[in-house]
């Protein structure tokens, strides 16, 4: 099998790299020429063998997305796929899968989660779409979701939109996990009478019901920086956790976990606060997201 890949930051360049390693063929573009494999988007399309041409879209989600789906739908033909695997939010997957039905061009939305480490360890898929279309790109999926059971590292969710959704909901979780590790770190540190902090939290990592990759991350982040004083204790989100807020006030879903993960994080952004730098942290681990350099003390 040979697809096209468009977007080839941090996740693109491994999934490129993790498909070729399983023997899928991948074009890639990217807008960065020393990254991309071809100069455009139509040189990509005309790259691709005959027959049913699958375009995974891996783009920063809103306007950007739209744009290349909307190109693509200019460049493909019927019985082509298109499948968006950014962080869109899940009510625009129903508009482009009509935009692309009007041309017979097939939409799957993929949720994909493992960050920098997809690479190695694989990405959690939760994918929405027709089952025929899902089953076309299934070579795809497999070579990029974690070794093992499949379904233990891919779900096909539902129908269009249902794989963004389930990511979002995915995420909205991820930020009440880490606001949690974060808050027990903060207290740890706190208080006097624990010595080694990184020691201790390193001790949950096996045995206890709170172990995790995420804690793992975290311990990870102490060994490097005991303090996080590298860091500062600024966290931004990335849209999802918001979504998340939004549906569950739409559907009258109690979420007082997430809600408080989220306003957490904007209250970073107000005054000094161990805990968010331990999630800005855990961000920078998985994600390889941004974080602000501590301002050098006088």
Known sequence: MHIGLVGLGKMGANMRTRLRNAD???????????????????????????????????????????????????LLGEGDIVVDGGNSHF????????????????????????GVWGLANGYGLMVGGAEDDVAAVMPVFDALRPEGPRDEGFVHAGAVGAGHYAKMVHNGIEYGLMQAYAEGFELLDAKDIVTNVPGTLKAW?????????????LVKAL???????????????????????????????????I??????????????????????????QFGGHAVKPATPQA
């Open 91 to 114: 009510s625009d997957d129903a508009v482009h899968a009509a935009e692309l039905a009007t041309k017979n061009i097939g939409y799957v939305d993929a949720g994909v989660s493992g």
């Open 24 to 74: 899928i063929g991948v074009t890639g573009y990217d807008n960065n020429p020393d990254v991309s494999d071809v100069p455009s988007l139509a040189a990509l399309v005309e790259a691709l063998p005959t027959g049913r041409r699958v375009v995974w879209v891996m783009v920063p989600a809103g306007e950007v997305t739209r744009a290349v789906i909307s190109e693509l739908g200019n």
């Open 259 to 284: 809600s408080a993960a989220l306003f957490a994080r904007f209250a970073s952004r107000q005054g000094a606060s161990p805990a968010m730098k331990a999630v800005a942290a855990l961000r920078q």
């Open 205 to 217: 990592t096996r045995g206890t019901v709170v172990r995790s990759w995420l804690l793992e991350l």
């Open 223 to 257: 060994e490097e920086d005991p303090q996080l004083s590298d860091i500062e204790d600024w966290v931004d989100d990335s849209g999802e956790g918001r979504w998340t807020v939004d549906e569950a006030i739409d559907a009258a879903v109690p979420l007082p976990v």
